[in-house]
């Protein structure tokens, strides 16, 4: 384990410096975005000479220091942002409830609070920019009773400011529901210009979509509810209401082109000047970092690649560990011979053992997880099918019991014998609340939770109807949805079983109400989240697939003490066992869906395929090493069931 100190070193040395490093090139690019945004805003076709010398002036006049200094600090509080909420691994709300939760948490409303704010300074500086009609919140205006001149307010400048607050709140809005924090690591490595821009009109493209977007809903927001922040902001200001001009909260104060096309470029300038600074922080982030394989100095050690994978603590580093240590085993022979070193004195292979024992720790444990997963979702009403036969029944758990998972097809074929209501959501997997079936089961203890799903996790009596294995033809006909008890069967003491898709009159005392109904059904899970959920950190588990199948297939003919011959049946194994549990996986579903495409965001929705890319990078693991040793294969101590799928393998049939 890494010591605080070390860990520190690792942020301070690593990540704080490539932060700042992508704040101060968002700062020097403030200027250009700046000007461009000038020329835009003060665009005239019929007086270009007037246009240029009016920008000239502009952009050297004293006002626009000051403009560059807030937009300066707007930027640096931008990039504090993605430093502290940046994430490797994105956050995936299984539920509405959750989504929900999540939006209106207390740090999340102070964080829209401050992105509101931000968005009015740059909304200020925007109109201070633009001058005008734009320019002060009061300006001076004739009375029509008294004719003498009053500071009225500028319903034109509040506009803008309250649209800065806008955009600002659906930014923090959407880097939640858009995971715009997630931080993912690209499949091709590129250096930081092409990439940036590679990026760029992509990035110019989204500014102005979510411009429009931001300008159209905030215009019919204002359009119905725009009355009440000016009343407000006049009479807390002491200002009054300018009642000779056409408000803006009208149908006719809104169709003003000028208007919306300053509000257009103004949020367009907003968004990309924000954009560019997360974009230059995605770069800086994940750009490759080289850990020495080992070190001579003993003060160095805890700095060597073999140790930083082993970090629990601080994921950026293991991500970037692995990341290395899948470049090393393709790009770097020199690299692969420390690798496959022994130590002095003693002569023990201590780099090839931590780096594989890592590797295989991370394999195995998604391997657990998919196999969890779909033990929680067969107790979780999508229950096993039953075999015709008993001898079926028993030979089919026999294989499950070697393979270490059971089959969990989408077609209705049986296999295992059904359980009771009661015990389905009290499956062998770490109870019905562990923390494997926890985010996949329903919570009985939550108020949501409605009578009906009370009943059937509760705990069942041995004189119940319930208790034991039904044996009702009946159930042999049920629908995708939860197990429900009949009242009739309840009143008759009958053990038989209705389906949740035949309805049945409840009993008058039970009948959940209205918002109970609704909140439980917003806590479904959804079935495509839950399976991206699983695969959200794969990008981990991705690297060390690539890494020990190039150091496997480089081993053939590198290897000189030969020490990954020791661990090849584990690794083989390993990687067949993990091969079962993802095509297992695929057959459930919603999980071989492909997701659907969204609109220009700059949310990152690389994780929504990752499934995908950790099945094809198995399989080519998989393919590496069969093709490399060939029949040398045979003599590797497996089961024969493993040797069989690698033998589908050896003759490409996968």
Request: aromatic share 10%; glycine share 4%; net charge positive.
């Amino acid at each position: 384990m890494f010591s605080l100190k070390q860990n520190c070193w690792f942020i301070k040395k690593v990540v704080i410096w490539r932060a700042m490093a992508s704040i101060a090139w968002s700062v020097l690019l403030l200027p250009v975005t700046t000007a461009i945004f000038v020329l835009l805003s003060r665009f005239s076709v019929f007086h270009p000479i007037q246009w240029i010398s009016e920008c000239t002036s502009l952009l050297t006049a004293s006002t626009m220091i000051f403009t560059l200094v807030v937009l300066c600090g707007v930027v640096l509080m931008i990039g504090f942002f993605n430093l502290e909420f940046y994430t490797l691994v994105p956050s995936i709300r299984c539920s509405r409830m959750a989504l929900l939760g999540t939006v209106l948490h207390p740090r999340q409303c102070v964080h829209s609070l401050v992105y509101c704010t931000m968005g009015m300074l740059v909304m200020w500086c925007a109109s201070v920019t633009i001058g005008g009609r734009y320019s002060t919140l009061g300006t001076p205006c004739r009375q029509s009773e008294s004719g003498e001149f009053v500071t009225c307010l500028n319903e034109y400048h509040l506009f803008l400011l309250l649209a800065g607050a806008f955009m600002g709140y659906s930014h923090s809005f959407l880097g939640v529901v858009k995971n715009m924090y997630y931080v993912s690591f690209q499949p091709i490595q590129q250096y930081k210009y092409p990439r940036f821009k590679g990026c760029l009109p992509a990035v110019v493209k989204c500014s102005v979509i979510q411009s429009l977007y931001s300008a159209r809903n905030f215009a019919a927001l204002y359009f119905f509810f725009g009355y009440v922040p000016k009343t407000w902001i006049a009479s807390t200001l002491n200002l009054q209401i300018d009642s000779s001009l056409q408000p803006l909260d009208s149908l006719t104060g809104l169709l003003d082109f000028s208007l919306l096309y300053h509000l257009t470029i103004s949020g367009t300038f907003l968004y990309l000047t924000w954009y560019l600074t997360v974009l230059l922080f995605r770069i800086y982030v994940i750009e490759a970092y080289s850990f020495p394989v080992q070190s001579t100095f003993t003060e160095d050690a805890e700095q060597c690649l073999p140790k930083v994978l082993a970090e629990k603590n601080t994921s950026v580093m293991k991500f970037l560990a692995l990341q290395d240590l899948a470049l090393l085993s393709q790009h770097s022979p020199s690299r692969r011979l420390e690798v496959f070193s022994l130590s002095q004195p003693g002569g023990h292979p201590h780099n090839w053992n931590a780096i594989s024992k890592e590797c295989l720790s991370l394999l195995s444990e998604l391997t657990q997880r998919l196999v969890a997963h779909q033990d929680a979702v067969a107790s979780n009403g999508r229950v096993k099918s039953q075999s015709a036969s008993s001898d079926t029944r028993s030979a089919s758990s026999s294989s499950s019991v070697m393979s270490g998972t059971e089959d969990i097809c989408g077609t209705p074929r049986l296999s295992v014998p059904l359980r009771t209501p009661g015990s389905v959501f009290k499956s062998s997997v770490g109870g019905a609340h562990s923390a494997l079936t926890s985010p996949f089961t329903p919570d009985v203890d939550s108020p949501f939770s409605s009578p009906a799903i009370r009943r059937l996790v509760g705990q069942q009596e041995p004189q119940s109807p319930w208790f034991g294995t039904v044996q009702s033809p009946h159930v042999m006909r049920r629908g995708p949805k939860l197990w429900s008890a009949s009242t009739e069967s309840q009143t008759n003491g009958s053990p038989l079983v209705s389906l949740a898709t035949v309805p049945s009159p409840p009993a008058a005392n039970q009948k959940p109400s209205f918002l109970t109904q609704w909140m439980q059904n917003r806590r479904e899970q959804l079935p495509e989240a839950s399976s991206q959920a699983l695969f959200a950190d794969s990008q981990a588990h991705i690297w060390a697939l690539q890494g020990l199948s190039h150091l496997v297939a480089a081993s053939f003919s590198e290897d000189q003490f030969g020490v990954v011959q020791t661990t090849l049946p584990s690794i083989l194994s390993c990687l067949v066992v993990l091969l079962e549990a993802v095509d297992r996986h695929f057959k459930l579903p919603h999980a071989s869906s492909k997701p659907a495409r969204t609109i220009c965001s700059m949310g990152d929705s690389t994780y929504k395929t990752l499934r995908f890319a950790l099945r094809a990078a198995l399989k080519t693991a998989i393919y590496k090493i069969t093709t490399t040793f060939g029949e040398h294969l045979n003599a590797v101590n497996i089961s024969s069931e493993h040797r069989k799928r690698l033998q589908q393998f050896l003759e490409f049939k996968e």
